[in-house]
């Protein structure tokens, strides 16, 4: 997604604290979703990260109960804006840690899923 109108986009963001209470006596709060495609009935869901941001627990735990259900793929790029310096890709059957990893291995990483999800090959 192309964000055209950067002001307008961030206008319209959601503060989740207006949920607080409604799961119990819990730390659950809804998460974001960097990026979300589905192709086929497979998901790969993108979390992007600063580059020494560290996952929330949260997040790992949903990640994880996602990664299980076998359709999808978990791809988390840590790196200023545009700029990945490494990665973690979760697959149905593994992970994969990427310690250095530019733009044209983020894109190779996306275009083989595509290519999973669309049914051309085996990886996944």
Same mark, same amino acid.
């Given at each position: 997604?192309? *964000?055209?109108?950067?002001?307008?986009?961030? !206008?319209? *963001?959601?503060?989740?604290? /207006?949920?607080?209470?409604?799961?119990?006596?819990?730390?659950?709060? @809804? !998460?974001?979703?960097?990026?979300?495609?589905?192709?086929?009935?497979?998901? =790969?869901? /993108?979390? !992007?990260?600063? @580059?020494? !941001?560290? $996952?929330?627990?949260?997040?790992? /735990?949903?990640?994880? &109960?996602?990664? +299980?259900?076998?359709?999808? %793929? *978990? =791809? /988390?790029?840590?790196?200023?804006?545009? +700029?990945?310096?490494?990665?973690? $890709?979760?697959?149905?059957?593994? +992970?994969?840690?990427?310690? +250095?990893?530019?733009?044209? #291995?983020?894109?190779? *990483?996306? %275009? #083989?899923?595509? &290519?999973?999800?669309?049914?051309? %090959?085996?990886?996944?």
């Amino acid at each position: 997604m192309t *964000i055209n109108n950067p002001d307008a986009y961030v !206008a319209g *963001i959601w503060d989740w604290g /207006i949920l607080g209470g409604c799961f119990g006596q819990t730390k659950i709060e @809804p !998460a974001d979703v960097d990026g979300l495609v589905e192709r086929n009935g497979k998901f =790969l869901l /993108i979390e !992007a990260k600063g @580059p020494t !941001a560290d $996952l929330k627990q949260g997040q790992r /735990i949903t990640y994880e &109960a996602l990664q +299980k259900t076998g359709v999808f %793929s *978990i =791809l /988390i790029v840590w790196g200023d804006t545009n +700029k990945p310096e490494r990665m973690e $890709l979760w697959t149905r059957s593994d +992970k994969v840690i990427y310690n +250095k990893a530019g733009l044209q #291995k983020f894109r190779e *990483i996306v %275009s #083989k899923w595509f &290519a999973w999800a669309d049914g051309e %090959s085996t990886y996944g």
